[in-house]
């Protein structure tokens, strides 16, 4: 009986682990082809906040992003 709950406990931990690993991978892949923030965003983003936009500075903002999603 302790053996059947061992058991139970240890595929519940197991398939834990190998579900969180899947969605973790399926996550990367999904926000690297579909980045949140694109440069349409920025310039709407700017426009907003009443700052003009040049094409240098989001390209700019984008390298940034793309720095920080590297490093972490």
């Given at each position: 009986m302790l053996k059947?709950?061992?058991?139970?406990?240890?595929?519940?931990?197991?398939g834990s682990l190998i579900g969180f690993l899947i969605?973790?991978?399926?996550?990367?892949?999904?926000l690297e082809k579909n980045p949140p923030i694109n440069e349409d965003m920025i310039k709407?983003?700017?426009?907003?906040?009443g700052r003009p936009v040049n094409q240098k500075q989001i390209n700019q903002m984008m390298k940034q992003m793309k720095?920080?999603?590297q490093t972490k």
């Open positions: 059947d709950i061992l058991l139970i406990l240890l595929g519940i931990g197991i969605a973790k991978k399926y996550m990367e892949k999904y709407m983003l700017m426009n907003q906040m720095n920080k999603q």
